[in-house]
């Protein structure tokens, strides 16, 4: 094993501190300035901002953005559901009162400088080895790999900016503490990985593990040392379920004892307040990780349905759409882990070589595990992986390039050495550029449509509710100020059921679900009867959901009192996602089994020869015969309509009928230039004939905004 470790070492690269403040000052700015690539991409488009700044580029910003703006206001609505106690709303908040900046400016910046921070443990692992220029080069690459870049790009205002910098510190902790074994350096890991899970709680699986690592690393090759057996003493408090300060305080207290006492302690002394720290441990927490493994939903992936108590009711499961949760292909993870497979493979075999170099790197798998856990449980998870395969990816280089400088004299060999170094940083790094300069997300909203939520919220209460799709949930509380029922936290397929109903049912029955659900959600906060659909169920005394459901087509039927407004948001992005929308409302609640899929066809790129309109994807239209052809087969179309906006602005629907026996009907939406096929049913529902066609029942809805790229309806009853 030595002469492995002989063959694969690289000579150490210290340098003073001073020039390694530098060095980690040069990559935080490196990675600063990739990331502004996307600012400078979309700083010319008027569309993309908001009160002369940029918007931010993730939906579930707007959910922390909401909490800060809450604090900074001082108040909120009962049960809106505003995270005004989460770490990254408060940080923001706290930001936002000390800093020079707008709002808008400070969310849109924050992830991209948080993010840049993961140079600090990728250059503070590294120095613990003595690589300092190894860690400079690996901090360039793994500051701005593709799925690394992605979540803390500028504009991603989520918890994802600090999600993997505070794990990877905690583990520089650990390596640190372990390597100095000085009392006071006992802080470090214990403090970070508290940090790490008060910020974002499902890193508690990377904080057990680094436990269990340093666990099993102490009892196989370090059984005599005390100082180790003091760290676990100190980093078991972390997994506690005790409070947050608490456990901090009782960290930074045992770490005083242990000063105090540094020359006083006995080895059974240690072992007692060892024993004492695991007992603290078992009554306050023990193996509860564990349990929210296994209840994860990324990982455990529900098949087919969400079971509740009422009558063994059934729901779509929301995982089946979820991409972040599913199987990638090998390129897709290695691209998003390192820029390119061959990095990858690179990386890989450098972090293993680091791992026999340095056996205490073995505290890192963690990490690494979860971050190659990807490949079965969806891309979310490469991120963990980046910083320990970026050290890799240098590890090698650095390998590679002393061969290299065998090759020259004495006087040339260094510079050849880090010429070649530098070479080969530019080239892992291209792939990583490459892909930010492609990378041109937009923002969740554009100018126009935020124009409507905000022109909404001078017109709702804060304790009115808009009825939409979850996707666009915190952006309209954000900017309306408004309740919703779902959104990206609150989507089960218990709670989508009732919303997706609303808005793909006819519109008495829509209308009838949209007023009970709204009410009974309220209800259930103050009775705890559970979600909305099962207090619904419950005070009906349904004996049969499916004929429950049914009986909502009665215009007349029996309604809980009135205690607020409800606004129908319906934005034409809704519209690519309506077949999805529907999976949740189109089912079975009893069996649990998914009932017809209606047609619903959307093309926007079709072209024209003679009176025959090719939409794509084998279906087209023969405008002679009002015929629509799919796949070969002919069908005369029920309804051909055609919607515009006229000079003066108005929005038309001209149609005719065809065949009132026919089951499709065409669709052409002249201002947004797309053709829709689609049969009854999708024709019929509430959010086709309100969005679509404006043909509103005048009984139920009043319309209250309209554009091209969003209309909003207030229920009447």
């Known amino acids: 094993m030595n002469k492995i470790k002989e063959l694969i070492s690289v000579s150490e690269t210290r340098v003073t501190l001073k020039y390694f403040l530098l060095l980690m000052f040069i990559a935080f700015a490196f990675s600063v300035s990739v990331r502004y690539i996307w600012v400078d991409t979309f700083s010319g488009y008027d569309a993309f901002k908001w009160n002369n700044e940029l918007m931010i580029n993730t939906n579930d910003g707007y959910y922390y953005a909401e909490g800060a703006r809450d604090i900074l206001a001082g108040s909120h609505q009962e049960h809106d559901l505003s995270p005004v106690k989460t770490p990254l709303a408060l940080v923001t908040a706290f930001l936002a009162k000390i800093l020079p900046l707008s709002f808008e400016t400070l969310v849109l910046w924050m992830p991209g400088i948080f993010g840049s921070f993961l140079v600090l443990p990728i250059m503070l692992i590294a120095r613990v080895f003595k690589q300092d220029i190894l860690g400079f080069s690996a901090a360039l690459l793994g500051s701005i790999v593709w799925s690394y870049y992605n979540r803390t790009m500028i504009g991603y205002y989520d918890t994802d900016m600090l999600v993997v910098v505070l794990p990877t510190l905690a583990i520089w902790g650990t390596l640190y503490a372990l390597t100095k074994e000085k009392i006071l350096t006992l802080l470090w890991a214990p403090l970070f990985a508290l940090l790490s899970v008060h910020w974002h709680s499902g890193t508690i699986n990377i904080v057990n593990g680094v436990f269990i690592m340093t666990l099993l690393y102490t009892l196989v090759y370090e059984r005599k040392n005390l100082f180790y057996y003091k760290f676990l003493t100190v980093f078991v408090l972390v997994l506690t379920t005790l409070p947050f300060l608490l456990k901090g305080a009782l960290v930074v207290v045992l770490v005083a004892f242990f000063y105090i006492m540094k020359d006083k302690l006995s080895e059974k002394a240690v072992i007692f307040v060892a024993v004492v720290s695991a007992i603290v441990y078992l009554i306050f927490g023990g193996f509860d990780w564990i349990m929210s493994v296994l209840h994860n939903t990324y ?19 929301v995982v ?14 290695a691209n998003r882990i390192s820029g390119d497979t061959t990095t990858f493979i690179i990386g890989t ?52 390039a002393e061969i290299f400088q065998k090759f020259f004299s004495e006087k040339s060999a260094q510079y050849a050495k880090y010429g070649f170094i530098t070479l080969l940083s530019v080239a892992v790094l291209y792939p990583n550029i490459k892909h930010v300069i492609a990378y041109k997300v937009p923002t969740v909203f554009t100018k126009n449509e935020v124009q409507v939520l905000d022109k909404l919220g001078k017109i709702a209460s804060r304790e009115d509710y808009v009825v939409s799709w979850w996707d666009y949930g915190y952006p309209i509380r954000y900017y309306a100020d408004v309740k919703t029922l779902i959104d990206g936290g609150k989507h089960s397929g218990e709670a ?217 309806y207030k229920l009447k009853i």
Do not use: W
Request: with cysteine.
């Open 496 to 712: 989508n059921f009732p919303v997706a109903f609303a808005l793909t049912a006819p519109q008495v029955a829509a209308a009838n679900m949209a007023r009970l659900d709204v009410e009974f959600t309220e209800k259930s906060y103050k009775d705890n009867c559970g979600s909305s659909i099962k207090c619904m169920l419950k005070a009906y005394h349904a004996k049969n959901p499916n004929e429950f459901l049914k009986a909502l087509n009665n215009k007349n039927m029996q309604r809980p009192q009135k205690t607020r407004d409800i606004y129908f948001y319906l934005p034409n992005k809704m519209m690519g996602i309506l077949p999805t929308v529907d999976m949740f409302s189109n089912i079975n609640i009893v069996t649990g089994k998914s009932l017809k899929r209606p047609f619903f066809y959307m093309s926007k790129n079709f072209k024209e020869q003679n009176s025959v309109i090719y939409l794509g994807n084998n279906i087209s239209i023969d405008k002679k015969d009002a015929t629509v052809s799919i796949n070969g087969q002919k069908v005369q179309l029920n309804y051909f309509i055609h919607t515009f906006y006229d000079s003066k602005g108005a929005y038309k629907v001209d149609g005719k009928q065809i065949n009132n026996q026919s089951p499709l009907s065409v669709v052409f939406m002249d201002s947004l230039h797309q053709f829709l096929v689609v049969d009854n049913r999708v024709l019929n529902s509430l959010y086709f004939r309100l969005f679509v066609l404006e043909d509103y029942d005048k009984d139920l809805f009043e319309p209250v905004i309209s554009s091209p790229l969003a209309k909003v």
């Open 299 to 317: 990982v455990t992936r529900l098949m087919a349905a969400d079971t509740i108590d009422y009558a063994s009711l059934k729901f779509f499961a």
């Open 320 to 333: 089946n759409t979820v991409r972040e949760a599913g199987h990638i292909p090998f390129e897709t993870f």
């Open 349 to 400: 075999i450098g972090y293993i070589l680091l791992l026999i170099r340095y056996r205490l790197m073995l505290i890192s798998l963690p990490m690494v595990v979860l971050g190659f856990f990807a490949l079965q449980g969806g891309l979310r998870f490469t991120v963990f992986a980046v910083p320990f395969i970026a050290l890799g990816t240098a590890y090698v280089i650095f390998i590679v």
